[in-house]
């Protein structure tokens, strides 16, 4: 019997696809760092107002020992910070949220304080508190206590109504249906708020360091500009950026692994 | 075991800016054990409101609503409810959906493994035991929200409109599975909608509630054999019944 051989689509067409999705990126900043490359050199723009790429890996490799142990630095009080805030923000929206006389009372409190940019309680903090460890873990905590909390007061707020008569026609108590409904329906927003704070935490941290401080990476690129180093400068600012895009993945990694059934229907977003 | 219900003098008002707003009531309504009952009425008769006081989730304003000759005073718990909207949670595949009501009531989960089982084969999900919601049809979803309603046996099944967002052919499979779920067990079935065929279809009596503030207008036995295939649909008894019920409706104007 003649059969009619329809060509089909072979696994290597898909991993060229794949691969070809991770290439474009790494290609597009490939070209950036030529043409940046090639401008320095064209224009001969002095080094100490934009090295080109060139140098600012020269650097990046010569200092690199600082460098690490700098970011150790900046590294630890960002995820302490973070942690904290975590560990405070997260409770404190649910306590809002289930309390009429919190939201009357501390809920306005947050949204003005939220209104402040908060890094100028760093000088003060740094005043308080010394050049140490300790103030720059406070700056951290103070900015992302903010939008954890206000995302987890939406969070814990916006079960719908259907679904909450359900839990009440089970006649489930209020432990069984926070652990079993009100708690896995609340971490995607949970999330948001925690992913806006991993923005904010290594620029508390980086701030905080600039201001007043003998180590970490804000205190590294602070002495580099005054030096007019701006090859050293770059240098760190492209270790902060790896950093800051650590934090990032830490954060969805651990969305992936507590909310697969959210991540799953997401459309790829290039991080994570 | 199914229960009986008794409504007496129920009202439900609600106090508007512009003053008390009455919305149901006052309305009498006795149901015997074991029938399949519809409150039928367009948008805004208090229908939905009716079914959420009998279930203890909406308070009275005035008058008696027992369950089994109780009154119903807070939500009521032996009970299955299928709501207006879709309530299976993101995060469980169908049958975790479905032994979420196990699990809120504190039971044992190995005791009713077995008839989740055999509810989901019922309506026809077996391949889709271990899929989540999004990955299911809004057909599927419903049909999962059935079985969550009735996994735990309740003597008592509250419905609203839990065939109002789907599609018209969806709609027509789902009172056939519907129907053969309730003649398994023959439970207390408490339904409402606002489709006059779906109501004749599925019930053994049709209560026409008038437009707001909603009042019983008639009570219509159906007594027309089960199951109601398509025969009886077509049939001269169950035009004439769909024919009174718009009747009434044209009345208000409603129609």
Same mark, same amino acid.
């Given at each position: 019997?003649?059969?009619?051989?329809?060509?089909?689509?072979?696994?290597?067409?898909?991993?060229?696809?794949?691969?070809?999705?991770?290439?474009?990126?790494?290609?597009?900043?490939?070209?950036?760092?030529?043409?940046?490359?090639?401008?320095?050199?064209?224009?001969?723009?002095?080094?100490?107002?934009?090295?080109?790429?060139?140098?600012?890996?020269?650097?990046?490799?010569?200092?690199?020992?600082?460098?690490?142990?700098?970011?150790?630095?900046?590294?630890?009080?960002?995820?302490?910070?973070?942690?904290?805030?975590?560990?405070?923000?997260?409770?404190?929206?649910?306590?809002?949220?289930?309390?009429?006389?919190?939201?009357?009372?501390?809920?306005?409190?947050?949204?003005?304080?939220?209104?402040?940019?908060?890094?100028?309680?760093?000088?003060?903090?740094?005043?308080?508190?010394?050049?140490?460890?300790?103030?720059?873990?406070?700056?951290?905590?103070?900015?992302?206590?903010?939008?954890?909390?206000?995302?987890?007061?939406?969070?814990?707020?916006?079960?719908?109504?259907?679904?909450?008569?359900?839990?009440?026609?089970?006649?489930?108590?209020?432990?069984?249906?926070?652990?079993?409904?009100?708690?896995?329906?609340?971490?995607?927003?949970?999330?948001?708020?925690?992913?806006?704070?991993?923005?904010?935490?290594?620029?508390?941290?980086?701030?905080?360091?600039?201001?007043?401080?003998?180590?970490?990476?804000?205190?590294?690129?602070?002495?580099?500009?005054?030096?007019?180093?701006?090859?050293?400068?770059?240098?760190?600012?492209?270790?902060?950026?790896?950093?800051?895009?650590?934090?990032?993945?830490?954060?969805?990694?651990?969305?992936?692994?507590?909310?697969?059934?959210?991540?799953?229907?997401?459309?790829?977003?290039?991080?994570? | 075991?199914?229960?009986?219900?008794?409504?007496?003098?129920?009202?439900?008002?609600?106090?508007?800016?512009?003053?008390?707003?009455?919305?149901?009531?006052? %309305?009498? !309504?006795? +149901?015997?054990?074991?029938?399949?009952? /519809? =409150?039928?009425?367009? *948008?805004?008769? $208090?229908?939905?409101? %009716?079914? !959420?006081? +009998?279930?203890?989730?909406?308070?009275? /304003? =005035?008058?008696?609503? *027992?369950?089994? $000759?109780?009154?119903?005073?807070?939500?009521?718990?032996?009970?299955?409810?299928?709501?207006?909207?879709?309530?299976?949670?993101?995060?469980?595949?169908?049958?975790?959906?479905?032994?979420?009501?196990?699990?809120?009531?504190?039971?044992?989960?190995?005791?009713?493994?077995?008839?989740?089982?055999?509810?989901?084969?019922?309506?026809?999900?077996?391949?889709?035991?271990?899929?989540?919601?999004?990955?299911?049809?809004?057909?599927?979803?419903?049909?999962?929200?059935?079985?969550?309603?009735?996994?735990?046996?309740?003597?008592?099944?509250?419905?609203?409109?839990?065939?109002?967002?789907?599609?018209?052919?969806?709609?027509?499979?789902?009172?056939?599975?519907?129907?053969?779920?309730?003649?398994?067990?023959?439970?207390?079935?408490?339904?409402?909608?606002?489709?006059?065929?779906?109501?004749?279809?599925?019930?053994?009596?049709?209560?026409?509630?008038?437009?707001?503030?909603?009042?019983?207008?008639?009570?219509?036995?159906?007594?027309?054999?089960?199951?109601?295939?398509?025969?009886?649909?077509?049939?001269?008894?169950?035009?004439?019944?769909?024919?009174?019920?718009?009747?009434?409706?044209?009345?208000?104007?409603?129609?």
């Amino acid at each position: 019997m003649a059969r009619i051989r329809v060509p089909q689509p072979s696994l290597g067409w898909l991993r060229a696809q794949t691969a070809g999705r991770l290439l474009t990126p790494v290609l597009f900043a490939a070209a950036i760092l030529v043409a940046w490359e090639a401008i320095i050199r064209l224009f001969k723009v002095p080094m100490y107002i934009l090295p080109p790429p060139s140098a600012i890996l020269v650097q990046f490799v010569m200092k690199f020992p600082l460098i690490w142990q700098y970011t150790l630095v900046t590294g630890q009080e960002t995820l302490v910070g973070f942690g904290f805030a975590i560990l405070f923000g997260v409770p404190m929206g649910l306590l809002v949220a289930i309390s009429p006389f919190l939201r009357r009372t501390f809920y306005p409190l947050a949204v003005t304080l939220e209104m402040v940019p908060k890094i100028v309680f760093a000088p003060v903090f740094i005043s308080w508190w010394g050049l140490g460890f300790a103030p720059k873990i406070y700056v951290v905590v103070l900015v992302c206590f903010f939008p954890i909390m206000l995302n987890g007061i939406l969070a814990f707020t916006s079960l719908s109504l259907d679904l909450r008569r359900f839990c009440l026609s089970t006649g489930a108590g209020p432990l069984r249906t926070f652990f079993k409904v009100q708690l896995p329906a609340a971490l995607p927003q949970l999330f948001v708020g925690i992913k806006a704070a991993a923005v904010n935490a290594t620029v508390g941290a980086t701030i905080a360091e600039w201001i007043g401080s003998d180590a970490g990476l804000g205190f590294y690129i602070q002495q580099a500009v005054g030096q007019y180093r701006m090859d050293i400068a770059f240098a760190i600012i492209f270790m902060l950026a790896a950093l800051g895009l650590f934090v990032f993945w830490l954060v969805n990694l651990a969305e992936h692994l507590l909310i697969p059934w959210h991540i799953s229907h997401r459309i790829p977003t290039g991080l994570g | 075991m199914t229960e009986s219900v008794s409504i007496r003098g129920a009202e439900k008002t609600y106090q508007s800016k512009h003053g008390p707003v009455p919305a149901l009531g006052p %309305l009498d !309504l006795e +149901i015997e054990p074991g029938r399949f009952v /519809s =409150l039928v009425g367009p *948008s805004g008769c $208090g229908k939905s409101t %009716l079914l !959420l006081m +009998i279930a203890g989730l909406l308070e009275r /304003s =005035l008058g008696d609503i *027992s369950v089994a $000759g109780l009154p119903v005073n807070r939500p009521l718990t032996n009970v299955g409810i299928v709501f207006q909207g879709n309530v299976l949670v993101d995060w469980r595949d169908v049958l975790g959906n479905i032994m979420l009501q196990i699990e809120m009531r504190g039971l044992k989960r190995q005791d009713y493994t077995q008839r989740a089982h055999e509810l989901i084969a019922s309506v026809g999900l077996t391949p889709f035991t271990h899929r989540h919601p999004h990955e299911l049809s809004g057909g599927m979803q419903q049909r999962t929200a059935f079985c969550r309603a009735l996994i735990h046996d309740p003597p008592l099944i509250l419905m609203d409109e839990p065939l109002g967002a789907l599609d018209a052919m969806t709609r027509e499979q789902l009172r056939g599975d519907l129907e053969a779920l309730w003649l398994a067990k023959r439970k207390t079935v408490i339904f409402v909608t606002h489709s006059i065929e779906e109501a004749v279809q599925l019930s053994d009596e049709v209560v026409v509630i008038s437009p707001r503030p909603g009042k019983i207008v008639r009570r219509v036995e159906v007594d027309l054999p089960r199951p109601r295939t398509l025969a009886v649909r077509q049939s001269a008894e169950f035009q004439e019944l769909v024919g009174d019920i718009k009747q009434i409706f044209l009345g208000y104007g409603v129609l």
